[in-house]
């Protein structure tokens, strides 16, 4: 938690909304920071690159954490098997999943805070259910990240939420394929993931 409160110190409670690149102004951001923080960075990257596919691949999302893991002190590697995982995505992403990248990263680490100030117990129970982990993680104030909060549904619960990170295109599948659902429920995820059983057993 130390790291985290850390990280959101130095970046989510100091945003650079001026012009220039991402990686110029987050290197400043977390200049003269610790190897553990550097090590953090690289792994919320990870998080928010590999679901990715379409529009940036394996090597692009390699170079960036590379880089940030470049600026410390002490550098680590990313592991081989989840160095193999940067080749592949979970879903196609917009231009603007990449152009808005601090709101993606800002939500993540709103994420993660928000995870290790969570008793165990309710943690377990978002683990165990898919429904009580949604809650949690929609009860985070958001903006600008909603893709990234479509792609944590599918990572941590991926037999109830579809590798679908729009949405809009949540919304037209569910009206698309209406006569499968069987759920009438106003949360759409619960209609896609009836709509998928009903399919499967037709």
């Known amino acids: 938690l ?8 130095r970046f989510n409670q100091q945003p650079d909304l001026s012009d220039g690149s991402f990686i110029d102004k987050f290197l400043q951001q977390l200049k003269g920071a610790s190897p553990e923080i550097y090590q953090l960075a690289g792994e919320i990257i ?22 940030v893991l470049s600026w410390s ?8 098997e989840l160095d193999q995982a940067l080749d592949h995505g979970l879903a196609r992403v917009g231009a603007a999943f990449l152009n808005y990248r601090p709101y993606q990263l800002w939500f993540l680490i709103d994420f993660v805070r928000t995870w290790k100030q969570t008793p ?17 993680l929609f009860g985070i104030p958001i903006s600008r990240a ?7 549904l599918h990572i941590v619960h991926p037999d109830t939420f579809e590798p679908i990170v729009s949405r809009e295109h949540k919304q037209r599948y ?5 006569s499968y659902a069987t759920d009438p429920s106003d949360d759409v995820d619960r209609r896609l993931l009836s709509i998928r059983q009903n399919y499967q057993q037709r």
């Open 2 to 9: 130390a790291n985290i409160d850390e990280l959101y110190r």
């Open 174 to 178: 569910a009206r698309v394929w209406a």
């Open 73 to 80: 002190s002490a550098p680590v590697s990313i592991p081989p």
């Open 120 to 136: 165990r117990s309710q943690q377990e129970q978002a683990l165990a259910d898919a429904w009580a982990y949604k809650q949690l």
């Open 146 to 152: 909603y893709a990234q909060r479509e792609a944590l």
């Open 46 to 67: 990870f998080v928010h690159l590999m679901i990715a596919s379409g529009t940036i691949g394996g090597q692009a999302k390699r170079n960036l954490i590379n880089k």
